[in-house]
């Protein structure tokens, strides 16, 4: 009887282990999808300023 509880508890800290494994997966896949999606717009908002900046500063040296 004590092997099989050994054999339990031993199954359940390797199950635990494994789920930590897989939450800490998924927090830094989660992470690297956050940061990429910042990293977009961030992109997103510098092309829009270069754009305006192309668009406005012949205007502006024409006056």
Do not use: C, D, Y
């Not at 910042?38 to 300023?49: D, E, N, S, V």
């Amino acid at each position: 009887m004590r092997e099989q509880e050994l054999i339990e508890a031993t199954e359940n800290a390797l199950a635990e282990q494994e789920l930590s494994w897989v939450r800490r997966s998924r927090f830094l896949q989660t992470m690297r999808e956050l940061v990429s999606v910042r990293l977009a717009k961030f992109g997103l908002a510098i092309l829009a300023i270069a754009v305006i900046a192309a668009v406005f500063s012949p205007l502006l040296a024409v006056h």
